[in-house]
């Protein structure tokens, strides 16, 4: 039924169609042609509506192609297989699921819609369809459970630098795992790894991106505290475009990494951070935390000057700036 109102409105382009002549064409209700509208605006539909007139379409959803999307992701190693679907419930839980099957290091996950997309702490994002990145990268890395939060990190850092480079918008990385304009959230990174002998058998490095959503794809409660790069630059972004640049920056940043170890990486997520030198307040598991942020150590915890004075290196924890 969606495929049919779809063809009705691409054979009278920029013109209203009323629900009565929906509802005969179709030989349903006005009801049911009202309801499904609604879906189809769930699904990134845009309609102008009028009492007196009926719908008009004003922009159709921008649709990841494989076609197009393999062959942009051309890096070295990441990339190669890609798994695209229209909905998930979430690409990290898709992710580990082919890692049972045989899926390796490069293998990414993306899908159009997220019906149960999640951030740290079982945190529920926001994953409408056809307005973002909702993806997940399988990656195998050498290195001990000690080191996993360095690869969050390094995450962040690849994709500030990507989003500045491809769309020019001025985003700065929150601890540990945001990426904000303003103080609006654009972005949630969530590393999940799975170890064996202390070591990392494999990591899903699952990355959200808030691109083509307007004020009014946002719930409520998100309004006051997430934005878009839509919003932001006032365009539309390409995502395979995006996605492409995101897998080129980490896949050099990665590189780099497993070369020179954490060192290079930590200088560059201190030049990106909206915290540094800033005061901050951090609650974990010890309680409550207030001081001004030096900086990261060698490992990738978070440096506090408490208001005493004294230091202290935090490895997990939700931040206030």
Same mark, same amino acid.
């Given at each position: 039924?969606?495929?049919?109102?779809?063809?009705?409105?691409?054979? $009278?382009?920029?013109?209203?169609?009323?629900?009565?002549?929906?509802?005969?064409?179709?030989?349903?209700?006005?009801?049911?042609?009202?309801?499904?509208?609604?879906?189809?605006? $769930?699904?990134?539909?845009?309609?102008?509506?009028?009492?007196?007139?009926?719908?008009?379409?004003?922009?159709?959803?921008?649709?990841?192609?494989?076609?197009?999307?393999?062959?942009?992701?051309?890096?070295?190693?990441?990339?190669?297989?890609?798994?695209?679907?229209?909905?998930?419930?979430?690409?990290?839980?898709?992710?580990?699921?082919?890692?049972?099957?045989?899926?390796?290091?490069?293998?990414?996950?993306?899908?159009?819609?997220?019906?149960?997309?999640?951030?740290?702490?079982?945190?529920?994002?926001?994953?409408?369809?056809?307005?973002?990145?909702?993806?997940?990268?399988?990656?195998?890395?050498?290195?001990?459970?000690?080191?996993?939060?360095?690869?969050?990190?390094?995450?962040?850092?690849?994709?500030?630098?990507?989003?500045?480079?491809?769309?020019?918008?001025?985003?700065?990385?929150?601890?540990?795992?945001?990426?904000?304009?303003?103080?609006?959230?654009?972005?949630?990174?969530?590393?999940?790894?799975?170890?064996?002998?202390?070591?990392?058998?494999?990591?899903?490095?699952?990355?959200?991106?808030?691109?083509?959503?307007?004020?009014?794809?946002?719930?409520?409660?998100?309004?006051?505290?997430?934005?878009?790069?839509?919003?932001?630059?006032? $365009?539309?972004?390409?995502?395979?475009?995006?996605?492409?640049?995101?897998?080129?920056?980490?896949?050099?940043?990665?590189?780099?990494?497993?070369?020179?170890?954490?060192?290079?990486?930590?200088?560059?997520?201190?030049?990106?951070?909206?915290?540094?030198?800033?005061?901050?307040?951090?609650?974990?598991?010890?309680?409550?935390?207030?001081?001004?942020?030096?900086?990261?150590?060698?490992?990738?915890?978070?440096?506090?000057?408490?208001?005493?004075?004294?230091?202290?290196?935090?490895?997990?924890?939700?931040?206030?700036?």
């Amino acid at each position: 039924m969606n495929d049919l109102i779809i063809q009705h409105f691409a054979s $009278k382009p920029e013109q209203y169609i009323s629900g009565e002549q929906l509802s005969q064409s179709l030989q349903c209700s006005r009801t049911a042609v009202w309801k499904h509208i609604q879906e189809l605006r $769930k699904l990134g539909y845009r309609f102008e509506s009028s009492p007196r007139k009926g719908y008009k379409l004003i922009q159709k959803p921008e649709v990841l192609r494989a076609v197009e999307l393999i062959p942009a992701c051309n890096s070295s190693s990441l990339g190669h297989h890609i798994h695209l679907y229209d909905q998930l419930e979430s690409t990290q839980t898709e992710a580990h699921r082919l890692v049972s099957t045989g899926a390796g290091h490069g293998t990414l996950v993306v899908a159009e819609q997220q019906t149960s997309g999640r951030g740290r702490m079982g945190r529920s994002w926001h994953s409408p369809a056809g307005l973002g990145i909702w993806m997940s990268l399988i990656v195998t890395p050498q290195i001990t459970l000690t080191f996993a939060p360095q690869i969050t990190l390094l995450t962040a850092v690849a994709l500030c630098r990507t989003i500045r480079k491809v769309v020019q918008v001025d985003v700065g990385i929150k601890w540990p795992n945001d990426l904000l304009i303003g103080n609006k959230k654009i972005s949630g990174i969530l590393v999940e790894s799975s170890g064996e002998d202390e070591r990392i058998r494999y990591m899903v490095i699952g990355v959200g991106i808030s691109c083509n959503l307007r004020t009014e794809d946002y719930p409520l409660e998100l309004r006051d505290k997430a934005t878009s790069l839509y919003i932001e630059s006032g $365009k539309v972004v390409d995502r395979t475009k995006l996605i492409a640049a995101f897998l080129h920056q980490f896949e050099e940043l990665y590189d780099l990494y497993l070369e020179q170890g954490f060192a290079p990486i930590r200088t560059l997520w201190e030049s990106l951070t909206v915290s540094l030198h800033k005061p901050i307040t951090l609650t974990n598991s010890q309680g409550r935390i207030e001081g001004k942020m030096l900086g990261i150590d060698d490992m990738g915890a978070l440096i506090v000057q408490q208001l005493d004075g004294s230091e202290v290196h935090i490895y997990s924890g939700e931040t206030n700036i």
